[in-house]
């Protein structure tokens, strides 16, 4: 299931260890509820929780956490993410809109309904051939242009099948084609 934690298994030892959410140590994971695993740039694996973004690294054994600070509330639940052609990670959640990071993981940017992107709630975030993030939301579907800043915004007058998508629900087919799940298909 979704909520027992990190489990890291070691092919030379043939041994599973599983890390979890430890209350007042902030070098653990973040919340037991894992979303995702991303395997990003430097071996670090990102790991998408409900309480937040945590990075863990191999080589130390160690957690980082992001977005669980006080001014994050009801933004740190982190549920999708992309690693756009530059190498920059791309994240979303529910109630925060969208992250991205540097592959170094030092430089964060937050876009939101106040820098356009219509919906807060972002359940799936792909690359296209051109460069575009496209962004399935609870208001449809978004295409942000990351040299412009610029969101553009597609509902069911354009075709969708809904405006509102599933978590967990993206993939980039061959050739580059983006499926994104929804509520009616």
Known sequence: TLDRGFNRFSTS???????VHEPGNS????????YFIHKGPYGKFWIGTYAGLTVFSPGTGRFERYFTEARYTNQAKIISVCR????RLWFGSLGGGLFSVDPAGRDFHQYSKKEGLGNNVVY???????????????KGLFRFDRESGQFH???????LQSNEFNLLSYHRGPGGRLYFGGING
């Open 27 to 34: 070098n653990s994971l973040s919340h037991d509820l894992c």
């Open 153 to 159: 915004h597609y509902d069911e007058s354009d075709g």
């Open 124 to 138: 799936g975030i792909l690359e296209d051939n051109d460069g575009k993030l496209w962004l399935s939301t609870n």
């Open 13 to 19: 030892e043939k041994k599973a260890r599983r890390f």
């Open 84 to 87: 756009d052609s530059g190498g």
